[in-house]
């Protein structure tokens, strides 16, 4: 016998009981997100690419790409954003988000020069979740500029609070990071 609530649903089909075309506008409820450190891109490529098929995340983060001038990260079927170190030597991180997501991300900004850092925006979260991806300051550079590049980080995570978004920050951030005087609020 056929339910009560779903009797009249073939002559009427857009009630709300109908299920024929499936909940178009669903809220996505998960989302995960794998970082790896990739001490170059080119080498590692092959083989990210098979821990990509295995993990199936929803995000990929990258950290220390090595990639020189216009050279992109490539994850198809996955959307990228690269930005690489505009001096050599290492360094570089990319955000790739699922065929699932990028119809609801966007590139939403990167660090200024040598500031190494992606924020990639998605939206079909309530609210949007603004993810960070940043490779932090080398053991080498000054404390003075590692403080500069440091609050120009906080300035943009404190805008995502501004607009009432989540945040995340991740990456390989070569420092002790914490909530106190001394770590990012």
Do not use: H
């Amino acid at each position: 016998k056929t339910p009560q609530k779903y009797k009249n649903l073939k002559s009427n089909k857009n009630k709300t009981g109908y299920r024929g075309r499936g909940n178009i506008n669903r809220r996505e409820k998960t989302f995960s997100v794998l970082l790896v450190n990739m001490r170059g891109y080119k080498s590692k490529e092959r083989s990210l690419m098979n821990l990509i098929k295995k993990v199936q995340p929803s995000c990929v983060t990258l950290n220390e790409t090595q990639l020189a001038g216009r050279a992109k990260v490539s994850l198809a079927p996955y959307t990228s954003w690269t930005k690489n170190r505009a001096t050599k030597g290492g360094g570089g991180v990319a955000t790739a988000v699922s065929e699932r997501f990028k119809n609801c991300s966007v590139s939403a900004g990167e660090g200024e020069g040598e500031d190494e850092f992606l924020v990639t925006r998605v939206e079909c979260f309530r609210p949007a979740l603004c993810i960070i991806n940043c490779y932090g300051e080398q053991r080498k550079t000054s404390k003075d500029e590692v403080e500069k590049k440091w609050r120009r980080l906080r300035d943009v995570m404190e805008g995502v609070r501004a607009r009432k978004e989540l945040c995340l920050l991740i990456g390989d951030l070569n420092k002790l990071v914490g909530n106190d005087t001394l770590g990012v609020p």
